[in-house]
């Protein structure tokens, strides 16, 4: 077993250390945030992921796992570090490299043994042939430091049984020396491991998650054009899931794709493909498309109600998806703000989205219009005019198309997640719009008594 530190406790350096010592190796998790570290020893995750805490508190009960702020005490004589620290996307797109930069000089002034950095980040190609050498150039002591690239395939909600059952390893690394190591770490997780060289456990990464965003966008691209022509988006997905080449997986079109990764890494290889002179056009589709995609139901809505101002809003869900309490890129930072310049009256619920949005937009005015937080559904359509579905909670897909019928006071759904079959509502009296998939519209409507809902 080895003695491992990590840098960074975000989503993937916290994940990634519990996991390590889950298999029995010795792992110290470094965060400069004193407050941080704190919780972390109390035994507290800073995120709400499935399984964490449990595995925080088992290993550090039995000295498998610490946390510290103080970097050069963890890192001076561990076999490997690991680096997991964020590369937040810059205005043109490219990666911001100043944490990885900041740890790798701070590795390169506290190692006292040989050590194997290994960059867990997602970083542009040939990055961690910088990082070596910028290690190499701050060097203090007489010692090998080499650098491998791992990157991670976690993804939130689901980050420590992927980590602990993930598909396969990908290693990156230039010499024997540093492959063995690595591949000797992941050992105890039984796992398949691909070893390949450094650059291309770079671009595996990018390649992985722009194929999976290219996926979404052209269902979502497909979608549209289904509402247009009269197909079934959901229908479509099923014919084509049956064809191996294509797979089940990734076929759900809706408001878009949102997350940590993929709108950052799309941006992100587009800029590494122009840098180089070439221009990735299917990686730019992705990003179009998707951009549109976010307000594709309020502008839906929009045409059909013309203003939202003094209407009752209800909006479900906060997160880009279910299972994690975060917001990046979610599709209701676009929507919510769009609705309140409009002056509508929002309620929205969350089941634990709702405090991080609070700190984005604060309950009460805003703008022409309000936004409320209700920690029950009921509370959220009860008397309202219309409702946005962005994020597919279960406590969102167990409302009956009754429930919106009999609290809202025009049943009237716009679903970013093709959560119900358009027939329940349909029966249920709900005007309902989804995503490549025709609408439910009222009888009464039809027959034309039309807006009150323009008016109310
Ligand atoms: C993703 C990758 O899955 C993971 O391998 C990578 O390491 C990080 O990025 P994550 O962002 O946590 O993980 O979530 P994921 O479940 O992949 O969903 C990303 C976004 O795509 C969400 O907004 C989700 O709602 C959307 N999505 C996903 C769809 O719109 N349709 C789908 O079929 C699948």
Not at 20 to 28: K, Y
Not at 208 to 217: G, Q, T
């Amino acid at each position: 077993m080895y003695k491992i530190a990590v840098a960074g406790t975000g989503y993937v350096g916290l994940v990634a250390g519990v996991c390590f010592a889950e298999v029995g190796h010795q792992v110290t998790c470094v965060d400069i945030d004193e407050k941080k570290v704190e919780l972390m020893r109390s035994g507290v995750s800073p995120i709400y992921e499935t399984g964490l805490e449990e595995l925080m508190k088992k290993n550090y009960s039995v000295g498998r796992i610490e946390y510290t702020t103080d970097f050069k005490s963890a890192y001076k004589d561990a076999d490997a570090i690991f680096i997991g620290v964020g590369t937040p996307e810059q205005p043109d797109g490219s990666a911001n490299l100043s944490y990885i930069a900041t740890v790798a000089r701070q590795i390169a002034e506290s190692v006292e043994k040989d050590c194997l950095v290994v960059v867990k980040s997602t970083v542009p190609v040939g990055t961690n042939d910088k990082v070596e050498q910028f290690i190499q150039d701050f060097l203090v002591n007489d010692v090998k430091v080499e650098v491998a690239s791992n990157p991670e395939f976690l993804a939130q909600g689901s980050a420590v049984y992927d980590t602990l059952h993930a598909e396969r390893i990908i290693i990156g690394t230039e010499s024997k020396w540093a492959e063995d190591m690595l591949t000797k770490i992941y050992e105890p997780f039984h796992l398949p491991i691909v070893s390949v060289n450094r650059r291309s456990a770079e671009m595996i990464k990018y390649a992985s998650n722009d194929f999976l965003a290219l996926k979404i966008s052209y269902m979502n691209d497909i979608a549209n054009l289904c509402e247009l022509v009269g197909a079934d988006i959901q229908d479509v997905a099923k014919g084509m899931s049956y064809d191996e080449r294509i797979g089940s997986k990734f076929l759900n079109a809706g408001i878009g794709f949102g997350g940590s990764c993929f709108p950052k890494d799309t941006k992100a290889l587009e800029y590494i493909a122009k840098q180089n002179g070439y221009e990735l056009k299917t990686v730019k589709a992705a990003i179009d498309v998707n951009k549109e995609q976010k307000t594709m139901l309020y502008k839906k809505a929009s045409k059909r109600l013309i203003t939202f101002n003094g209407l009752k809003v209800a909006v479900l869900g906060l997160t880009f998806k279910p299972g994690t309490d975060d917001l990046r890129e979610a599709a209701s930072l676009e929507n919510v703000p769009l609705l309140l310049e409009q002056g509508a009256d929002i309620y929205a619920f969350d089941p634990v989205g709702a405090e991080n949005f609070a700190k984005v937009h604060p309950e009460g005015k805003s703008g022409k219009g309000s936004i409320t937080y209700v920690s029950n559904i009921e509370h959220a359509l009860e008397g309202s005019n219309v409702c946005f579905i962005f994020t597919e909670w279960g406590e969102v897909k167990a409302i009956t198309s009754d429930t919106y019928k009999k609290l809202m006071r025009t049943p009237l759904v716009y679903d970013g997640r093709n959560i119900y079959p358009v027939e329940d509502m349909q029966e249920a009296g709900v005007e309902y719009h989804s995503i490549g998939r025709k609408p439910a519209i009222r009888e009464d409507i039809k027959e034309s008594k039309n807006l009150e809902l323009q008016n109310s």
